[in-house]
């Protein structure tokens, strides 16, 4: 009772399939090809290389390509044209409405000079008509093809997805846009097959057939509309696997006969027999198929002894028609346990093609195979020691295994695909590959390149620290000599007053406490300089550097300090801070020593980058007869700064040092 709910459930799964599986047509259209190029694009070197693997894994497990040799029907050509743009179609009577589900197009193959084979005048625009006898002759569009020429088609079957709750009793194709014949450049319309499938049962199969025109060729039996649906294809089913089994055949000198018991009693419909491999080699050593009687007869009973027979094939023509790799019949269904098959013209042979066997006998009740594995015995006291009746029913040919005809047709069709395919993705992979090679050239350079600049800043890195050095040699030599040469010298002069006023003790004592005072004072002038070397923020120092140092001298001379952009002296380097400051102390030194001056100012002055520092005093000034104009001392700290000094005597007495200095923003060592 829940049957008709599994049915509904069913059918609209089957109708999500048919879209992916129309969808997945439409993509094999012309422009899918760019479409399918940028979706390469758009994927990893990773993710193509396990595409390629996965591509190249299912290639391998598909059914090969392989084409028939020898003579045969080949399909249906129309009338030609001389212009592409004709309406030619032909029509399959299906005989009673069924439902539909697959349509499969065959190909005629042309072998070419240049690449083997190609399929020959397929039609490059056409549609697909179905209905019913109520609906005829207007019928339901079900498909549309508009893509493809015939070489870009390839040689496989063009699988064609159908709505699968299409009912129809007759399906039509018709053309608006033909492709050329490559024999005469000549516009016709030709199939060498056309299978209209309902699940694994080809509906179209010896099916009548309706066309607009058909060929007058004096090879008229080739080229008959008939041959759409005889089941003759013009390849040979190479599963790729399996196992390879020989034909079972045998000489009709005793007029044999094949039993196959099914087990069991089942709906029979559909028959198919596996012709005997015909040869290996090209060209084949016969034109005439070994194992086909020239009466084939097949019949179906429940009883062992056939004593119900029922007749369901009788062929008595077999040899004068054209063969095929794959002789099929569908069948009423006729309840049968026992099949046999025998020739029923009852002549007895020793020619060589006078056999009776097949390669493999496929018994169908539904889509179900019932004859695989079955046991089969024939009325032969002795059989060829390397051909075994078993290999009837063992499910393999020559090539190995044998697939439903419908599993063929996907298999080849999905094989030429990945045949296009993976050479796109091939050849994806190798452009990516060169790229990535071209950018580990590039990064090689690169990486050469930093190598380089490394070894280059590690020099140039080097010489610097070479010129600090030296510059700290300097620095602390001039501040050696502001600092303490002045008060070792004075403790010279002290010592020797004190040698001769030995015998005067408060002079002596005088002279001690003096040498005392300025040891002292040496000492605190080393452990401040010792100071400002270790600073780590001396910048944030600076201002109140400058007055504490001030201060020092407020004994000797009044001062007045004036202090201008304060935010951008705090953001000057440690070393030029300390060095404003000692070329400072400098100036407060001279001034105390030389200049006999009462009064001194002091601005300094930040503005961006650039720092002025301006001292002026009241005293004697700059001599006239003087041989420099700015004291020794003053421009080889301005030297070791790099900045500007320039002095200069006042009218009304005094002198003004004015430093212009520019600090720099990298921060290198100046």
């Known amino acids: 009772m829940h049957f008709f709910p599994l049915l509904s459930v069913f059918k609209r799964f089957a109708h999500i399939c048919f879209k992916c599986s129309l969808l997945l047509f439409v993509l094999i259209q012309v422009k899918g090809a760019d479409k399918e190029a940028i979706a390469l694009q758009s994927l990893s070197i990773n993710q193509l290389e396990t595409q390629l693997a996965d591509m190249e894994s299912e290639h391998q497990r598909l059914a090969s390509l392989s084409l028939r040799s020898g003579s045969g029907t080949i399909g249906y050509r129309s009338m030609w044209h001389l212009t ?77 997805p159908i709505e699968p709750t299409t009912m129809a009793s007759w399906v039509r194709i018709e053309t608006s846009e033909l492709s050329l014949r490559e024999f005469d450049d000549r516009y016709i319309f030709q199939l060498s097959e056309l ?130 790799p794959i002789l099929m019949w569908n069948l009423p269904q006729t309840e049968c346990r026992y099949i046999r098959i025998y020739d029923g013209s009852q002549s007895t042979s020793t020619n060589d093609v006078d056999r009776l066997g097949f390669a493999e006998v496929e018994i169908f009740s539904g889509d179900q195979n019932v004859a695989l594995g079955s046991a089969v015995t024939v009325d032969l006291l002795q059989h060829i020691e390397y051909r075994k009746p078993q290999s009837l029913t063992d499910g393999n040919n020559l090539y190995g295994a044998i697939l439903p005809i419908r599993q063929w047709m996907e298999e080849l069709s999905r094989g030429q695909e990945l045949e296009y395919a993976i050479p796109r993705v091939q050849a994806e992979l190798t452009q990516r590959y060169r790229h990535q090679k071209a950018q580990l050239r590039i990064m090689g350079w690169l990486i050469t390149a930093l190598i380089a600049a490394v070894i280059i800043v590690f020099l ?152 002025t520092l301006i001292v002026t005093d009241n005293g004697t000034g700059i001599a006239e007869t003087s041989d420099s104009v700015t004291p020794s001392s003053l421009k080889r700290r301005a030297d070791l700064m790099k900045a500007q000094l320039r002095s200069e005597g006042l009218p009304e007495g005094g002198t003004r040092i004015t430093l212009i200095y520019k600090s720099n923003k990298l921060g290198y060592i100046r």
């Open 460 to 611: 140039i890195s080097h010489n610097l620290r070479l010129r600090q050095f030296s510059s700290l040699k300097k620095r602390i030599a001039a501040d050696l000599h502001d600092e303490l040469g002045a008060n070792i010298h004075t403790i010279g002069l002290l010592s020797d007053a004190a040698q001769v006023a030995h015998e005067s003790p408060d002079q002596l004592k005088m002279l001690h406490t003096r040498i005392r005072n300025i040891t002292e004072s040496t000492g605190r002038a080393i452990e401040h300089s010792t100071n400002m070397l270790e600073s780590t923020d001396m910048n944030m120092e600076l201002i109140e550097e400058f007055r504490r140092t001030s201060r020092r001298f407020s004994g000797q001379v009044a001062y007045q300090l004036t202090v201008t952009g304060e935010d951008d002296l705090t953001k000057l380097k440690p070393k030029s801070c300390m060095d404003l400051l000692l070329f400072y102390k400098e100036c407060l030194v001279n001034i105390t020593r030389h200049s006999s001056a009462t009064q001194m100012t002091a601005e300094l002055i930040g503005e961006g980058n650039l720092i």
């Open 84 to 160: 592409p743009l004709q309406k030619e179609w032909v029509e399959i009577e299906l005989g009673e409405i069924s439902e539909i589900d697959q349509i499969v197009l065959v190909p005629t193959l042309w072998r070419s000079s240049h690449i083997n084979f190609d399929a020959d005048a397929f039609p490059k625009k056409f549609k697909i008509i179905a209905g019913t006898a109520r609906t005829y002759p207007e019928g339901t569009v079900i498909a549309e093809y508009d893509g493809e020429t015939a070489k870009e088609i390839g040689i496989a079957p063009v699988i064609i």
């Open 195 to 324: 299978l209209i499938f309902s699940g694994n049962r080809n509906l179209a199969l010896k099916r009548p057939v309706k066309y607009a025109s058909q060929t007058g060729d004096i090879q008229q039996q080739a080229w008959d509309a008939q041959n759409l649906t005889d089941g003759a294809t013009p390849y040979m089913m190479d599963a790729g696997h399996g196992l390879n089994s020989l034909a079972y055949i045998t000489h009709l000198e005793v007029n044999p006969t094949f039993n196959i018991d099914l087990g069991e009693s089942y709906p029979v419909s559909q028959i198919h027999l596996h012709v005997t491999e015909q040869s290996d080699t090209v060209p084949r050593a016969s034109g005439n198929e070994p194992g086909i009687p020239k009466h084939l007869k097949i019949e179906g009973a429940n009883q062992a002894d056939f004593s119900d027979a029922i007749l369901l094939i009788d062929e008595p023509e077999m040899r004068t028609r054209p063969s095929a």
